[in-house]
T-cell receptor, first 112, second 115 residues
Framework: GENVEQHPSTLSVQEGDSAVIKCTYS??????FPWYKQELGKGPQLIID?????GEKKDQRIAVTLNKTAKHFSLHITETQPEDSAVYFC???????????FGDGTTLTVKP | GAGVSQSPSNKVTEKGKDVELRCDPI?????LYWYRQSLGQGLEFLIY????????KSGLPSDRFSAERTGGSVSTLTIQRTQQEDSAVYLC?????????????FGQGTRLTVV
C-alpha cells in the first residue's frame, strides 16, 4: 500500500519568514495530493491540493510543488503569520480525496 | 447543518465495554469516511461509504470495529470490547462524491479514552 513520509516533524520560524514542509510517497498510482491544516481541538481542513498533471499550484501565500518522478511534494508558506501556527498534514490518494494516506504531520510554530 | 457533526465530542469508557460514535455528514454528501488519529500521529483510514455501494472496510484494524450508514446519511462507528489501544480521536469526513480531487470536510472528532 501507499506510504507517506513527512518532514520535519516540528518547524519553528520567525514571523515573516518562509516555511517549507516536504513529503514523499511510494505508490506511483497516487494522483491527488491534498494538504491539511489542523488547529488544536479541530478536524483537519484542506488548505491546498495538487493533482498529478500539475507541477505547481499557488494560492496567495501558500504554494505546493509536485515532482512525480521523484515522488515528492512540498508545501511552501511565505510571509508566515502567528495564525499559521498549527499541525500540517500531507496526504496522497488515487483520486479519492477522502481515502488518503496521511503523513505524520508537522507542527509549525510561527514566533511573533 | 453547516458542517460535519460528530457526537459525543468526548467519551470515556471502561476496557471491555462497547462504544458507538456518531457522524452526521454535510447534507447531500454521498461519500463518508472514518479515520483514527492517535496522539501526535497522522490520520489512519478506517472505512469509507459511497452512496449505496458496499463500504470499503480495508482500514478496519480488527473485527471489533464496524460501521454502518443508515439511509445514506448518518453513520455510526461501533467498537466492541474496547481496549486501551483504541484510545484516540476518531474523525469523520464527508464529500459530495468520491471523485478525483473532491474536497473532504472533516468533523471535529470524538476523543475516545479507554480506561
Amino acid at each position: 500500500g501507499e506510504n507517506v513520509e513527512q518532514h520535519p516533524s516540528t518547524l519553528s520560524v520567525q514571523e515573516g519568514d518562509s516555511a517549507v514542509i516536504k513529503c514523499t510517497y511510494s505508490d506511483s498510482a497516487s494522483n491527488y495530493f491534498p494538504w491539511y491544516k489542523q488547529e488544536l481541538g479541530k478536524g483537519p481542513q484542506l488548505i491546498i491540493d495538487i493533482r498529478s498533471n500539475v507541477g505547481e499550484k499557488k494560492d496567495q501565500r501558500i504554494a505546493v510543488t509536485l515532482n512525480k518522478t521523484a515522488k515528492h511534494f512540498s508545501l511552501h508558506i511565505t510571509e508566515t503569520q502567528p495564525e499559521d501556527s498549527a499541525v500540517y498534514f500531507c496526504a496522497a490518494s488515487r483520486g479519492n480525496a477522502g481515502k488518503s494516506t496521511f503523513g505524520d504531520g508537522t507542527t509549525l510554530t510561527v514566533k511573533p | 447543518g453547516a458542517g460535519v457533526s460528530q457526537s459525543p465530542s468526548n467519551k470515556v469508557t471502561e476496557k471491555g465495554k462497547d462504544v458507538e460514535l456518531r457522524c452526521d455528514p454535510i447534507s447531500g454528501h454521498t461519500a463518508l469516511y472514518w479515520y483514527r488519529q492517535s496522539l501526535g500521529q497522522g490520520l489512519e483510514f478506517l472505512i469509507y461509504f459511497q452512496g449505496n455501494s458496499a463500504p470499503d472496510k480495508s482500514g478496519l484494524p480488527s473485527d471489533r470495529f464496524s460501521a454502518e450508514r443508515t439511509g445514506g446519511s448518518v453513520s455510526t462507528l461501533t467498537i466492541q470490547r474496547t481496549q486501551q489501544e483504541d484510545s484516540a480521536v476518531y474523525l469523520c469526513a464527508s464529500s459530495s462524491n468520491a471523485g478525483q480531487g473532491t474536497e473532504a470536510f472533516f468533523g471535529q472528532g470524538t476523543r475516545l479514552t479507554v480506561v
